[in-house]
């Protein structure tokens, strides 16, 4: 043989056919948001533009008069920025040419996000982004991500950005519209403050740094703004700052309180003054006490306009803030961290001279309980679940609330982030009225999906797919297009951690709780396709603190497995109860007496990290490994295993239906083809693959997805999507 004939063969064996074929991809519908919204910004100048920034599940622009949301991120992958890009740490709307949008991304300033983050430029409003690498990393999902907004456009001229940054990097500028940045050398305070100095995972000890740019409007000048303001994550030090020379020099404001730490800073430009929320920590979820100024501009002088005063109601810090535009002396602030009774909101008509709050609360003696009265009428009718998900119904006002905003051209319209969704309404001003009147405190985040899903079963009867998340539990989902309704008996107030369901009767479905509780059982069964659930006595009780890890069902009692390691991947034969798989390092397991006893059979080849097993529902015994090395097939109830052609490393994977008749089985599976991370499938047992399209090349980590392929329709597959809620795509 030739040299040439010996690259040609090699290079024969080693590359795989993939063709590429286009899918439709939409949102299993949950609603309500279900993750932490940091902020929500409107453009001051576009009526009905705003856009609400997420920490995991990239950011979405209103649309106004539906009330709902669209992703603007999904293109977000591997190659064309930082995949995590899907956190949005800064976000800035152009006041000058409101087409113009910037968006600072990357998830983590540790080790745990390999890359620097990226400034997303836009002039269409988010249809198309160009790229401009940043020489750090951002942290959106970082503690301190509701501070800012820390990257803001000089309203006196639009080529003026700043973005404050973490980790001692400073605060930056840019004079060239966010095209090229430096750092402000002279600015006097990187940022000291940390939530834990001591964190050897490098999250809570990094420095939170920049908090917020707050240009003054009516300070125009040749170079833009003369004055800006600035505020820094310090407590005990200077952390306002100001310049009055279009920041050649910067000085900290005098007379300021610095104990906690500035959340953000609200500019009223008819009052020429400055608010100012304080906190002593950075949040979301922290802040024991806490204090609002409000700086008078043309003076210099500091007011303390705290809402709450004395030892019994201050007990939490203050960070989202809003002033109404139309409506000078109008403004609005958040406790950051009130969770009991319920986080109080504030406002002001008088600049912060007088407060009254979205509930009532009484303290009588001797006890100190006291009873809420809202002031407002609560409306879920967007997503029933969010308010029933946690405790059955507590018309909750939220919880780590960083992100508040009062619609700038429309007084009644606002809009305010949680941990959980976006709340708001559109008859605001109906709390102004004597006698004061209910304002409508609705759910207004249609259109975000932000849950982290964890686990995906798609029975071939009853509802379409059944799903665990991160955080809210999980749903049946019998309408894709509608919302679903949450788990009960137990409702899992939190993370769950897997699903399965019995193939022979798959009415029959297990899942299992994600986190520890000492008042509910970890595994709940239903045996009516997801309708009706109850706690499984069988399983380990709470007082054994057993929970997470991954489940299998095949309907047989559970009782406890000999012959595994307990770090072992496993699933249930579809069709046959009797027959369990299982799988760790390089060795494959088969029990033939429901799960009691495995023994080993057939190895992965050279894997060390088996990822999922997947059965199909069609024939006993046809089963699909995925691993860091590839995807293994056995359809002789796993007594041999055959490694596929194609994947060098495969995550989750799921059976559909085939084709044909004639093809034996379509799998899909989240993988490494050619060295491209994507979404594939095969029809003829990896002879042949598909890189499926995904939304717009995008749908985040590969290696984050859980997949489930539709029993019932060919080419029809479910992906959960980190941060992104479940998609499903046909072609
Ligand atoms: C991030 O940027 C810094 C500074 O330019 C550079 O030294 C580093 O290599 C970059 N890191 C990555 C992962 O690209
Ligand atoms: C600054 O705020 C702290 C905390 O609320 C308070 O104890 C202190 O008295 C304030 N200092 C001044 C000078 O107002
Ligand atoms: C500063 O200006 C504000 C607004 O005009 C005023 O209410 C306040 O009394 C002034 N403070 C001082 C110390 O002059
Ligand atoms: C406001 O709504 C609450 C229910 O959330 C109700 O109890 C109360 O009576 C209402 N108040 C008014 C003034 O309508
Ligand atoms: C199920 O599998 C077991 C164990 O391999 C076997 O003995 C039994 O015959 C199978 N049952 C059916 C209905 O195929
Ligand atoms: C990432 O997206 C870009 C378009 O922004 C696309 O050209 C590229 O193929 C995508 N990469 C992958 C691995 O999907």
Redesign the pocket.
């Known amino acids: 043989m030739t040299a040439l004939g010996v690259a040609l063969y090699a290079s024969i064996v080693s590359a795989v056919v993939v063709t590429f074929e286009p899918y439709i991809w939409s949102n299993v519908e949950i609603g309500g948001g279900g993750g932490f919204v940091p902020n929500i910004i409107f453009n001051p100048s576009s009526p009905g533009l705003a856009y609400a920034r997420t920490d995991v599940g990239g950011v979405y622009r209103l649309d106004p008069y539906e009330d709902s949301w669209t992703q603007l991120l999904d293109f977000v992958n591997d190659t064309n920025a930082n995949y995590m890009g899907a956190g949005a740490y800064a976000l800035a709307t152009d006041p000058v040419q409101p087409e113009n949008l910037y968006i600072a991304v990357g998830l983590y300033t540790n080790s745990w996000d390999p890359k620097n983050g990226t400034i997303l430029k836009s002039h269409d409003r988010g249809e198309s982004f160009s790229f401009i690498p940043l020489p750090f990393k951002v942290g959106g999902n970082m503690p301190g991500r509701g501070l800012g907004e820390r990257l803001a456009v000089d309203p006196n001229n639009n080529n003026i950005l700043y973005f404050g940054t973490r980790s001692g990097n400073g605060l930056w500028k840019s004079i060239d519209a966010g095209d090229h940045w430096s750092q402000v050398s002279n600015f006097p305070s990187v940022g000291t403050y940390a939530p834990d100095p001591t964190d050897t995972s490098g999250y809570n000890s990094d420095i939170t740094g920049i908090a917020w740019v707050t240009f003054d409007l009516n300070t125009d000048a040749t170079d833009g703004s003369s004055r800006i303001f600035v505020g820094v994550a310090n407590m005990g030090s200077d952390n306002v700052f100001m310049s009055t020379d279009s920041g050649s020099t910067w000085t900290a404001i005098p007379g300021q309180n610095n104990t906690f730490i500035p959340h953000h800073g609200a500019l009223s430009p008819a009052?020429?003054?400055l608010y100012i929320p304080y906190a002593n920590g950075v949040g979301p979820w922290d802040g024991t006490l806490g204090y609002v100024m409000k700086y008078?501009i043309?003076?210099g002088?500091w007011?303390d306009i705290t809402p709450a005063q004395g030892i019994l109601d201050n007990y939490y810090g203050y960070s989202g803030i809003s002033v109404d535009l139309q409506r000078p002396g109008t403004v609005m602030v958040a406790p950051s961290n009130e969770y009991y009774p319920d986080a109080n909101i504030f406002r002001s008509t008088d600049g912060g001279a007088s407060w009254t709050q979205i509930y009532s609360y009484g303290y009588p003696p001797p006890n100190y309980v006291g009873t809420k009265t809202p002031y407002y009428k609560f409306d879920v009718s967007a997503a029933p679940w969010i308010d029933t998900f946690l405790t059955g119904n507590s018309e909750q006002v939220g919880w780590g609330i960083q992100g508040l905003a009062i619609d700038p051209h429309d007084s009644n319209h606002w809009l305010y982030g949680t941990g959980l969704t976006i709340y708001g309404g559109h008859d605001l001003l109906n709390w102004d009225a004597s006698p004061r009147k209910n304002i409508t405190l609705a759910s207004l985040a249609t259109g975000v999906e932000e849950t982290a899903v964890q686990g995906l079963t798609a029975p071939i009867s009853g509802p379409k797919i059944v799903s665990v998340v991160g955080d809210v539990g999980g749903f049946v989902h019998t309408d894709l297009s509608a919302p679903p309704l949450p788990f009960t008996n137990p409702i899992w107030p939190g993370t769950a951690s897997d699903v399965d369901h019995a193939g022979a009767n798959p009415s029959n479905i297990v899942r299992l709780s994600g986190i520890a509780s000492s008042s509910t059982v970890s595994v709940a069964t239903s045996t009516n396709g997801g309708s009706t659930w109850s706690p499984y006595a069988g399983a380990p009780s709470p007082s054994e603190n057993i929970y997470g890890g991954k489940i299998a069902m095949n309907g047989s009692p559970f009782s406890t497995v000999h012959g595994l390691q307990s770090n072992a991947i496993i699933a249930s034969d579809k069709l046959n109860k009797t027959i369990f798989y299982a799988a760790s390092g390089s060795q494959f397991f088969v029990s033939t007496d429901g799960g009691s006893t495995f023994e080993q059979k057939a190895v992965l080849g050279d894997s060390t990290t088996p990822v999922r097993i997947a059965v199909s529902p069609f024939k006993t015994g046809e089963l699909f490994v995925s691993s860091d090395k590839g995807i293994w097939h056995s359809s002789d109830p796993g007594s041999s295993l055959s490694s596929m052609p194609g994947p060098t490393a495969a995550w989750s994977i799921s059976v559909g239906k085939a084709s044909s008749l004639t093809s034996p089985v379509s799998l899909f599976a989240a993988a490494q083809m050619n060295g491209v991370n994507s979404m594939y499938r095969t029809d003829d047992l990896g002879e042949t693959w598909a890189r499926l399209s995904t939304t717009q090349d995008g749908l985040g980590a590969v290696d984050f997805m859980v997949l489930a392929a539709d029993p019932n329709v060919y080419s029809q597959v479910f992906a959960g999507i980190g941060g992104r809620g479940i998609f499903y795509g046909h072609s």
Do not use: G, I
Request: without cysteine; glycine residues 0%; aromatic residues 12%.
């Open positions: 009052e020429n003054a008078f043309a003076n002088s007011v």
